[in-house]
């Protein structure tokens, strides 16, 4: 299946997710991703005390795996490259997104 998320975001996710294990970008690859419309800037991870600009964002929910197997990072992403961090996550065999 070829890849969604584009090429110059998928390197962004793989650097955040190495800075925040201490490995190396390279140890991360997509699992799972899907296309989605963010119902407003936040990318649909809300903070309390911040203001979002209530607009339709094109963007990804990109789920980057360990090429040992052993973690998972999630991240939500715009399709102008801008990304929030959602969680780290235990590891799920045949992961489907919904």
């Known amino acids: 299946m070829p890849q969604l998320t584009p090429h110059h975001i998928v ?3 793989q650097s955040d997710a190495a800075g925040r294990t201490g490995t190396d970008p390279s140890q991360w690859v997509i699992c799972a991703e899907r296309a989605v ?3 407003d800037t936040s990318l649909g991870l809300r903070e309390p005390g911040h203001m979002y600009a209530r607009i339709m964002v094109p963007g ?3 789920v980057l795996r360990d090429v040992s197997g052993t973690r998972e990072m999630v991240y939500h992403a715009g ?3 801008s990304y929030k961090f959602s969680r780290e996550q235990p590891v799920v065999a045949d992961r489907e997104l919904g």
Do not use: A, D, I, M
């Open 11 to 13: 390197e962004t996710l």
């Open 37 to 39: 419309q963010w119902t």
């Open 60 to 62: 990804y929910r990109v």
């Open 79 to 81: 399709f102008s490259g």
